[in-house]
């Protein structure tokens, strides 16, 4: 739910390290450099095979309990991935290692395939013929502060980023 409604650049460093992408396949390398940097407690992996995206390991952290952050996690990165590439690509292959009895079909009728519940390893991939796929002008839209979310102005201010502030201020 909540990966639904958030600006994907409130997630910081992790989005602009992928909005400044040039391709698909640069998204998920940047993402398995760079994924640790921002969770140090998730090790992130490029798979590079007949089909592309991310698989994630935890360390340290049980990863059972950590249910809700991996389903945003993946949710957060479909959004980004669609609007990078201005398409509403889908991924071929979801597979999450906790298991849910049931409250699923929201997550995938978002994601756009089945979600694999109980699997072995998680992980998020891609049909290798989107790989080459971003939107046009997108570094530049990146460095302008406007990456073409609709609605979404460039000095409009977060109602989170508020809250942050004030509680570090007090």
Known sequence: ELALDFDPR??????YVF???ATLHEVFERG????TVVNEAVIHECIDGRQVGLAMQYAGVRRQAD???IEFWVTALV?????????????????????RAGGHARLS??????????APADEILFARMDLHVVGNGRRQAVHEGRPGLAGVERNEESPLRADIQQVAVD
């Open 67 to 69: 249910r809700h952050q």
């Open 10 to 15: 409130q997630a910081g460093l992790i989005y």
């Open 109 to 118: 009728r978002f994601l756009g395939c089945p979600v694999e519940f109980g």
């Open 19 to 21: 909005a400044s992408s």
């Open 79 to 99: 959004r980004i991935c669609r609007q990078l590439t201005r398409r509403q690509i889908r991924p071929v292959r979801v597979r999450l290692t906790h298991f």
């Open 32 to 35: 398995a450099r760079f994924g």
